[in-house]
C-alpha cells in the first residue's frame, strides 16, 4: 500500500508538471469540469453499491443485523467467516450497506483502508496512463489539469466521504467546505434520510443531475430496495 501511495503521489506530481508546461486560462474550468466528474462518479459508485444486491447464503444478514458487541468474539467470528465468502468487490458492497445504519464506523477508519482499493485499481493506472500520453502526445495544459483534477478527486472520494461522519477534521477539509469543494455534513444527511436521492458525496453538484437518473433507474426497476440490506 506504501508504494502504490508512494508511486501514486510521484504520478500525480509528474501530471502537473505536464499541465504546468502549458499553462491557459482554460485551466480553470477544466479543474472544475474534473471536480464535477469526480463527485458524479462518486455519486454512481455509492449508488450501484447501496442497491448492488449482496451475496445470499453466507451469513451477511447476521452480521448485518447483529444486536450484540461488535468487539465480542462471537460477531468477530461470524465477521470473519462471512467476509472468507466474499470477493474483493462483494466487500465494498457490504461495506457501503453496512455504513446506513452506522454512519459514524465510516468516519473512525483510516484514510488508507478508504482509499486504498481506489488507488490500486484505479487512480494509479489511470495516473500512469496520463504521464504516458503526455510523454508520446502534446496534451494540451487544460487538458492535463482536468484529468488531474479528476484522479484526485476520484482518489479521495470515499476519505471524504468519511470526513461526512466524523465531528473533528483536518483544516483543509473545512476550509474546502467553505470554499463549496465539499459538501456539508448536513447535506449529506439528506441522502441518508431516505437512501434515494444525493448519492454524490464529494461536493454534491452531480446530484441535480443524478437525482432523475436514480428516479428512472428505481422506477423501471433497476434498482430495488432488496438491495439495500444483506438477505438471508
Not at 466474499?86 to 461495506?95: G, T
Not at 481506489?118 to 494509479?124: F, P
Not at 477534521?169 to 444525493?198: C, F, S, Y
Amino acid at each position: 500500500m506504501r508504494v502504490s501511495v508512494l508511486l501514486l503521489s510521484l504520478s500525480l506530481a509528474g501530471n502537473l508538471a505536464f499541465a504546468l508546461r502549458d499553462p491557459s486560462l482554460w485551466m480553470l474550468p477544466a479543474l472544475l469540469a474534473g471536480w464535477y466528474l469526480a463527485d458524479m462518479l462518486s455519486g454512481l459508485v455509492h449508488m450501484t453499491m447501496d442497491y448492488f444486491p449482496a451475496r445470499l447464503g453466507v451469513g451477511l444478514d447476521r452480521i448485518y443485523f447483529y444486536q450484540g458487541s461488535r468487539e465480542s468474539a462471537d460477531y468477530q467470528a461470524m465477521f470473519r467467516a462471512s467476509m472468507g465468502h466474499l470477493n474483493p468487490f462483494e466487500k465494498l458492497v457490504y461495506d457501503f450497506k453496512n455504513h446506513h445504519p452506522r454512519p459514524h464506523a465510516l468516519g473512525r477508519r483510516t484514510m488508507w483502508r478508504q482509499i486504498g482499493s481506489t488507488v490500486i485499481a484505479g487512480s494509479l493506472p489511470c495516473s500512469l496512463l496520463l504521464n504516458a500520453a503526455c510523454l508520446i502526445w502534446p496534451v494540451p495544459g487544460w487538458a492535463a489539469a482536468g484529468m488531474l483534477s479528476l484522479l484526485i478527486g476520484g482518489t479521495f472520494a470515499q476519505y471524504f466521504h468519511g470526513t461526512l461522519h466524523r465531528d473533528e477534521n483536518p483544516w483543509i477539509v473545512h476550509a474546502m467546505r467553505r470554499a463549496r469543494l465539499l459538501m456539508t455534513p448536513e447535506a449529506h444527511q439528506l441522502h441518508h434520510d431516505t437512501l434515494k436521492r444525493d448519492f454524490a458525496t464529494n461536493s454534491g453538484w452531480s446530484n441535480a443531475l443524478l437525482n432523475p437518473l436514480f428516479r428512472f433507474a428505481y422506477g423501471r426497476g433497476w434498482l430495488r430496495d432488496e438491495g439495500l440490506e444483506p438477505q438471508g
